[in-house]
C-alpha cells in the first residue's frame, strides 16, 4: 500500500474530529481494546474551533439544569484518571464565584442543583464578598454563591494528554485530513477523506463548529456564533496579588443581565475574561466565514463591566481572540444514536458550557458505539426533543 492509496483498512470504530469530545472517545474506545481511526481536518492544536482558550470553568453546582451533576460527577474523577495517567496537571481547583441577583439563573439555579445533589455551597452578601474576596466590588443587593469544588481546566493540556494516552492505547490519529463524504449504513460505517477511503463497524462524529455542515443530513437544528474572549493584567502589584489564583476564585457575575465570567491567569496570556452568549443570534456563521479579529469596541463592553466588579483589573489588554459555539435551541447538547443512520453515533450543540464534560462525553459516545447504550443519564440530551417539539401542535 502507497501513501495517498490507503483504501479500505478495518476499524471498529471511525471518530471524525479530534477537539477534546473525539480526542476523548478515541481515548475511551482505545483503552478498550477497539481498533480505532481517528481523523481531524485541521492540526494538532489548532485553535479555529472550541476547544481551545487557555484556561475553561469546571463547576458542579450547574445553574443550567441539576440533570448535568451526575455527568459532572464522573467528568471530575475522569479528568483526574487522565491526569494521572498522563502526569499532566489537568485542573487547578479555586472554587467558584457566582454573582448575580437572588432570582438569576446563576444563583437560584446553582442552589437547585447544589440541594438537589447535595453539594457544598456558601451563600454570601456582597458584603461578605468583598471582605473575603477584596478584588471583587459588587453592589450592595448583589447575592454570592461560593462553590468550593469549582476550578480551572486547562484546555490544550487536556486536548493533548486525550490525544497522547489514546495513540499509547493504540489509536491510529490522523491530522489535516479532512473528510470529504461518510456513509453510515448497512453493515458497517465509510468514510473518504483527503488521502483515503476507510471502512469501520461504526463511526462517531464529534465535529464541534463543523457539525451543522458535517452532520446536515440529519436536521439537527445546530447554529455556529461567534464569542470573545480577552486576557488583561491588573492595574498595580497589589491588585495582582489579589487577583492571584490562589486568593481569586473564578467567577460568572450577572451584571444588568449581561453574564461575564473570568479565570485567573493560572496559564496563558493573563487573567481570562469574556462576556457570555453575546453574539448576533440572527448571524450565525461557519468557521471558513468568521471574524477573527476583535474590535477596540467589544474590548471596551467587557472593561465597562470590569470596572464595576472588578475594577483591578482594569490594566493592559495582554490579548483577544474569538471563540465558536455551536447553539442548540434550548442550549443543552445533543449526543445521541442515528436512527436513520443505524451505524452512526455523534454528539454536537455544546453551546459554550461542554468542555468540561469531554471526558465523560468520550465515554458516553464509545458506550453508544459498542454496546448501543450507556449507563449515564442522558435522555434529555437526545435528539427526539427537537423531533418532538416540530411535531407539537402550535
Given at each position: 500500500m502507497t501513501p495517498g492509496d490507503e483504501t479500505a483498512r478495518p476499524y471498529d470504530e471511525i471518530v471524525l474530529g479530534l477537539g477534546v469530545m473525539g480526542s476523548a472517545a478515541a481515548w475511551h474506545l482505545a483503552r478498550r481494546g477497539r481498533r480505532v481511526l481517528a481523523v481531524d481536518a485541521h492540526a494538532s492544536g489548532h485553535r479555529l474551533g472550541a476547544s481551545h482558550g487557555h484556561t475553561r470553568i469546571i463547576r458542579k453546582a450547574y445553574f443550567e439544569d441539576p440533570a448535568y451533576v451526575p455527568l459532572l460527577d464522573r467528568?471530575?474523577?475522569?479528568?483526574?484518571?487522565?491526569?494521572?495517567?498522563?502526569?499532566?496537571?489537568?485542573?487547578?481547583?479555586?472554587?467558584?464565584?457566582?454573582?448575580?441577583?437572588?432570582?438569576?439563573?446563576?444563583?437560584?439555579?446553582?442552589?437547585?442543583?447544589?440541594?438537589?445533589?447535595d453539594l457544598p455551597y456558601e451563600q454570601l452578601t456582597a458584603r461578605e464578598v468583598r471582605r473575603r474576596f477584596p478584588a471583587f466590588t459588587p453592589d450592595d443587593g448583589v447575592a454570592g454563591l461560593?462553590?468550593?469544588?469549582?476550578?480551572?481546566?486547562?484546555?490544550?493540556?487536556?486536548?493533548?494528554?486525550?490525544?497522547?494516552?489514546?495513540?499509547?492505547?493504540?489509536?491510529?490519529?490522523?491530522?489535516?485530513?479532512?473528510?470529504?463524504?461518510?456513509?453510515?449504513?448497512?453493515?458497517?460505517?465509510?468514510v473518504e477523506t483527503s488521502r483515503g477511503r476507510y471502512?469501520?463497524?461504526?463511526?462517531?462524529?464529534?465535529?464541534?463548529?463543523?457539525?451543522?455542515?458535517?452532520?446536515?443530513?440529519?436536521?439537527?437544528?445546530?447554529?455556529?456564533?461567534?464569542?470573545?474572549?480577552?486576557?488583561?493584567e491588573p492595574v498595580s502589584p497589589e491588585d495582582a496579588a489579589s487577583l492571584a489564583p490562589e486568593r481569586c476564585p473564578l467567577f460568572i457575575g450577572v451584571i444588568d443581565g449581561v453574564h461575564l465570567y473570568g479565570l485567573p491567569a493560572a496559564a496563558g496570556p493573563g487573567f481570562k475574561v469574556a462576556i457570555h452568549n453575546t453574539g448576533d443570534w440572527s448571524d450565525p456563521c461557519t468557521p471558513e466565514t468568521v471574524r477573527r479579529d476583535v474590535t477596540a469596541e467589544e474590548v471596551e463592553a467587557v472593561r465597562r463591566l470590569l470596572r464595576r466588579l472588578l475594577p483591578g483589573l482594569d490594566?493592559?489588554?495582554?490579548?483577544?481572540?474569538?471563540?465558536?459555539?455551536?447553539?442548540?435551541?434550548?442550549?443543552?447538547?445533543?449526543?445521541?444514536?442515528?436512527?436513520?443512520?443505524?451505524?452512526?453515533?455523534?454528539?454536537?450543540?455544546?453551546?459554550?458550557?461542554?468542555?468540561?464534560?469531554?471526558?465523560?462525553?468520550?465515554?458516553?459516545?464509545?458506550?453508544?458505539?459498542?454496546?448501543?447504550?450507556?449507563?449515564?443519564?442522558?435522555?434529555?440530551?437526545?435528539?427526539?426533543?427537537?423531533?418532538?417539539a416540530r411535531r407539537a401542535p402550535a
Open positions: 467528568a471530575y474523577r475522569l479528568w483526574d484518571d487522565l491526569a494521572r495517567e498522563t502526569g499532566e496537571t489537568l485542573l487547578l481547583p479555586t472554587g467558584g464565584l457566582m454573582l448575580g441577583p437572588p432570582e438569576a439563573p446563576v444563583i437560584a439555579g446553582v442552589l437547585r442543583s447544589a440541594r438537589e445533589h461560593w462553590e468550593p469544588q469549582a476550578g480551572i481546566l486547562f484546555p490544550e493540556r487536556c486536548v493533548r494528554a486525550l490525544q497522547q494516552a489514546a495513540a499509547r492505547a493504540g489509536a491510529e490519529l490522523r491530522f489535516e485530513e479532512p473528510v470529504r463524504a461518510w456513509q453510515a449504513d448497512g453493515s458497517h460505517a465509510t471502512e469501520a463497524d461504526t463511526l462517531v462524529i464529534a465535529a464541534g463548529p463543523w457539525a451543522p455542515s458535517v452532520l446536515a443530513r440529519l436536521g439537527l437544528p445546530l447554529e455556529v456564533f461567534r464569542q470573545v474572549a480577552c486576557w488583561f490594566g493592559p489588554l495582554v490579548a483577544a481572540e474569538t471563540c465558536l459555539y455551536t447553539m442548540t435551541p434550548d442550549a443543552h447538547f445533543v449526543i445521541d444514536r442515528s436512527a436513520v443512520h443505524p451505524r452512526l453515533v455523534y454528539a454536537a450543540g455544546f453551546s459554550g458550557h461542554g468542555f468540561k464534560f469531554g471526558g465523560v462525553v468520550g465515554e458516553i459516545l464509545a458506550d453508544l458505539a459498542t454496546a448501543g447504550r450507556t449507563a449515564h443519564p442522558i435522555g434529555f440530551l437526545s435528539a427526539d426533543r427537537f423531533h418532538e
